[in-house]
């Protein structure tokens, strides 16, 4: 086939949704999702814990894992005030080029800064390329082996605080055992899982909410 899924995506989007509205960029995309093809966003029903916890967190410096699409993206910095800034790290040039299109038809791209690398090599120059101390939440949604040494590195770069929220995307499936059994008995964390299903099907999955409880 000519183009690649995350472009017939993001023509769904620049078809069924309306500049400038965050939510009906959503929805194009679950429809897409549903009744065209299949895709590995958050989706609706993880979509909206992962809301909740944003909500709740109220976070005023946002870090995300694997942006894809760009579909959590959205979901997260439609809800955060405007002086907030997302960071979120795509190592695919593909797919990083759809998401920055995606963002930029919900017209929140003022919001988002999208860096285009692997998070290991990223994540130690972020203090000083932002002049950030610590993330408030960070959304991992990026190759489920990576969420363990990922979650190590934040901590060794001081880039986790007492009261920081890490939500993870598919604990359950593809399923991430080693980043669930480290934040799940470690006394640095307090952790829950939200029980869900994975995007758009009735297969198991879940959310791991996690937080730092300081040095
Ligand atoms: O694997 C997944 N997502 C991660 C991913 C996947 C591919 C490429 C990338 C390239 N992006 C990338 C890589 C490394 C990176 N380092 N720093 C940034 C960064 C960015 C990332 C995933 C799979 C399924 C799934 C599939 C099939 C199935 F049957 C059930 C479930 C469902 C999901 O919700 C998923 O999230
Ligand atoms: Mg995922």
């Not at 069924?16 to 939510?23: I, K």
């Amino acid at each position: 086939t000519r183009t690649t899924r995350p472009q017939r995506l993001l023509q769904a989007v620049s078809i069924n949704a309306v500049r400038g509205d965050p939510d009906s960029v959503i929805k194009a995309i679950d429809h897409f999702c549903k009744h065209t093809e299949w895709a590995m966003n958050v989706g609706d029903e993880k979509g909206a814990i992962l809301d909740l916890v944003v909500m709740e967190t109220c976070p005023s410096t946002v870090l995300e894992l694997g942006t894809y699409c760009g579909y959590s993206t959205v979901r997260i910095t439609r809800l955060l005030p405007p002086a907030t800034k997302l960071i979120t790290v795509e190592m695919n040039p593909e797919y990083a080029h759809v998401a920055r299109q995606v963002i930029q038809h919900a017209g929140l791209q003022d919001k988002v800064c999208v860096l285009e690398g692997e998070s290991a090599d990223l994540i130690p120059k972020m203090a000083n390329m932002f002049g950030i101390q610590a993330f408030d939440f960070v959304f991992l949604d990026h190759w489920k082996d990576h969420y363990l040494p990922d979650i190590r590195l934040l901590e060794d770069c001081g880039l986790l605080a007492q009261g920081s929220v890490v939500l993870a995307d598919n604990v359950v499936c593809p399923g991430a055992p080693d980043y669930l059994n480290y934040v799940r008995y470690n006394l640095k964390y307090s952790s829950r899982f939200y029980q869900a299903h994975l995007e758009y099907t009735r297969v198991l999955d879940g959310l791991e909410r996690s937080e730092y409880q300081g040095d």
